[in-house]
T-cell receptor
Framework: DAGVIQSPRHEVTEMGQEVTLRCKPI?????LFWYRQTMMRGLELLIY????????DSGMPEDRFSAKMPNASFSTLKIQPSEPRDSAVYFC????????????FGSGTRLTVV | GQQVMQIPQYQHVQEGEDFTTYCNSS?????IQWYKQRPGGHPVFLIQ?????EVKKQKRLTFQFGEAKKNSSLHITATQTTDVGTYFC???????????????FGQGTILTVHP
């Protein structure tokens, strides 16, 4: 298994531009999570899906953020328009709820908004 | 919402010394998980504890879940430079600490090991 795959690994964009982060979860995992990590706020849950359905998006900072999961093997997190305070590492993770295995995280996307 | 508090925030040790990080919750947890994140890396699942008073070991790492299921600890015996990283605890994020699907992470303890 290739694990959770995120792209791109690094993204540098100008303020106001649209940013799309991508994630391919582990095949067969029922849950997909988007986290954001910063020094100040640690690991914050933005949104999570169960069987492709968004369950809890209360962590999404504001309307500039949106996430989709059109099928079991793909999810996107979009920021439009981006702002410098969005600079962070964004992690996608997946899990199979019936297993005692925890989350499997992707390698993350380091986003820098200048 | 559910929160897990983790202390200390930082720990510097000499190689060979022991290390402990503590995790506390205001509510009873159905389970608690521990993760390790190497510098520049991503969190990696270490273990899950479910039972009251449970103790699990992984080589030099010892994990404990409190009797009241409100606290947990990770102890590393005789640290090595390969132990460097941030250690996170995470508890279920639902009401009453029961929702498996959603995890709330502690702030983490950053461990540095001086050779």
């Amino acid at each position: 298994d290739a694990g959770v795959i995120q792209s791109p690994r690094h993204e540098v964009t100008e303020m106001g531009q649209e940013v799309t982060l991508r994630c391919k979860p582990i095949s067969g995992h029922d849950y997909l999570f988007w986290y954001r990590q910063t020094m100040m706020r640690g690991l914050e849950l933005l949104i999570y899906f169960n069987n492709n359905v968004p369950i809890d998006d209360s962590g999404m900072p504001e309307d500039r953020f949106s996430a989709k999961m059109p099928n079991a093997s793909f999810s996107t997190l979009k920021i439009q328009p981006s702002e410098p305070r969005d600079s962070a590492v964004y992690f996608c993770a997946s899990s199979l709820v019936v297993r005692v295995g925890g989350y499997t995280f992707g390698s993350g996307t380091r986003l820098t908004v200048v | 919402g559910q929160q897990v508090m983790q202390i200390p925030q930082y720990q510097h040790v000499q190689e060979g010394e022991d290390f402990t990080t503590y995790c506390n919750s205001s509510t009873t947890l159905s389970n608690i998980q521990w993760y390790k994140q190497r510098p520049g890396g991503h969190p990696v699942f270490l273990i899950q504890l479910v039972k009251s008073g449970e103790v699990k070991k992984q080589k030099r790492l010892t994990f404990q879940f409190g009797e009241a299921k409100k606290n947990s600890s990770l102890h590393i015996t005789a640290t090595q430079t390969t132990d460097v990283g941030t250690y996170f605890c995470a508890g279920p994020g639902g009401a009453g600490g029961t929702s498996y699907g959603k995890l709330t992470f502690g702030q983490g303890t950053i461990l540095t090991v001086h050779p």
